[in-house]
């Protein structure tokens, strides 16, 4: 089980995709909360573990099937992915976890899939402890 307390974000992500990089480094500069990461490619996860996500983004078990990494799926039978249970999904997200749909952050006891780091902050703006970038007028580009 991944239990955070309310002062805690857990981000689970894949070292492999770009945009998960980044997320990880906008969450590590985050100042007031507890960081913990989760590598999807150094770190195994379980289909409990995968279940209790799903249930925390109050999404179904297909909603972790990454759509831009679904061609990365190994088989024979290219109807696998659309046809299977949750149970069969959850088992080929455990086997290949290039294909769950990262980043999803775990901050207190729900969870959010994001596309990016700057999603990351626009959702969390009303929390006192995460803090806007600021704009750098010159440069044209957000300043963490």
């Known amino acids: 089980m991944i239990e ?20 990880r480094a906008f969450i590590e500069s985050i100042t007031g909360y ?8 150094r770190n195994k996860i379980t289909e409990t573990q995968l279940a209790e996500i799903a249930n925390k983004m109050e999404a179904d078990i297909e909603m972790l099937l990454d759509p831009s990494y679904k061609d990365r799926f190994q088989s024979n039978n290219t109807a696998t992915l659309t ?7 959850l088992t080929i997200l ?12 775990i901050i207190g006891k729900q969870a959010f ?6 999603e990351i902050l626009i959702k969390n703006l009303n929390s006192p402890k995460i803090e806007a970038p600021s704009i750098d007028k010159k440069e044209k580009k957000i300043v963490f």
Do not use: F, G, M, W
């Not at 309310?6 to 980044?22: C, F, Q, R, V």
């Not at 507890?34 to 490619?41: E, R």
């Not at 046809?83 to 999904?89: F, G, I, K, V």
């Open 113 to 118: 899939r994001y596309s990016s780091a700057n």
């Open 4 to 23: 955070n307390q309310p002062n805690e974000i857990t981000l689970i992500y894949h070292s492999d995709k770009a945009e998960d990089k980044k997320a």
């Open 83 to 89: 046809n299977a249970s949750e149970a069969d999904l």
């Open 94 to 105: 455990v086997k290949e976890p290039i294909l769950i749909n990262t980043p999803i952050t």
């Open 34 to 41: 507890v960081i913990k990461t989760l590598d999807l490619k």
